[in-house]
């Protein structure tokens, strides 16, 4: 098998899936593609770069969406794509935490596209909604996580709780003046 950026995003994402976050590391991927870790470096510079890409192939179904949708659609579109990958929503946090981060400004303009008010009050809005999908699909995952790991109940379908909690942001910037 020929090496190349997208296998080895595509191995990235397998160990993701399998063991977490924080059991991928430069070094299992390359084991798991039968190459040494410094062949990895001339397709993907390091484990940042490598988290940034996974999120982007994560995100890729609601940023290369043509349909515009409403901002609580593309909030429901971003959380199911976030939870289709374990630690997904850890792994969108950790690449759009970067400074100047094209992927976090994609998805900003993208929630903000049906924001009312201003530019200044559609940036607020756009970046408030963000981290309302971050924190409650983490959680979310994290919870799961801790219930497929001790045995615990889960507490329950978080949809409802998530589509509410958007409905009231959105509620209160319809009502903010720019």
């Known amino acids: ?3 190349t950026r997208d296998s080895i995003i595509a191995a990235a994402v397998t160990i993701l899936d399998t063991y977490g976050l924080a059991d991928m590391s430069m070094r299992r991927v390359a084991t798991s593609l039968g190459v040494a870790p410094g062949a990895l470096y001339w397709h993907i510079a390091n484990k940042q770069q490598l988290i940034t890409a996974i999120a982007e192939e994560i995100l ?3 940023l290369s969406d043509p349909a515009p949708g409403g901002a609580a659609e593309v909030a429901g579109a971003l959380r199911t794509a976030m939870l289709s990958r374990r630690d997904g929503a850890e792994v969108v946090a950790a690449a759009l935490s970067q400074p100047d981060s094209p992927t976090r400004a994609d998805v900003e303009k993208r929630l903000g596209q049906s ?3 201003d530019a200044d009050l559609v940036r607020i ?3 408030t909604l963000l981290h309302l999908v ?3 699909t983490a959680l979310e995952q994290a919870r799961a996580q ?5 045995g615990a109940e889960l507490p329950g379908d978080a ?3 998530f589509r509410r909690g958007v409905s009231l942001l959105l509620a209160g910037l319809s009502t903010s003046r720019g």
């Not at 801790?146 to 001790?150: L, P």
């Open 1 to 3: 098998m020929q090496l």
């Open 60 to 62: 890729s179904p609601v």
């Open 115 to 117: 924001l009312p008010g």
């Open 125 to 127: 809005g756009a970046a």
């Open 134 to 136: 971050l924190g409650a």
């Open 146 to 150: 801790h219930a497929a790991d001790t």
């Open 159 to 161: 949809s409802a709780d």
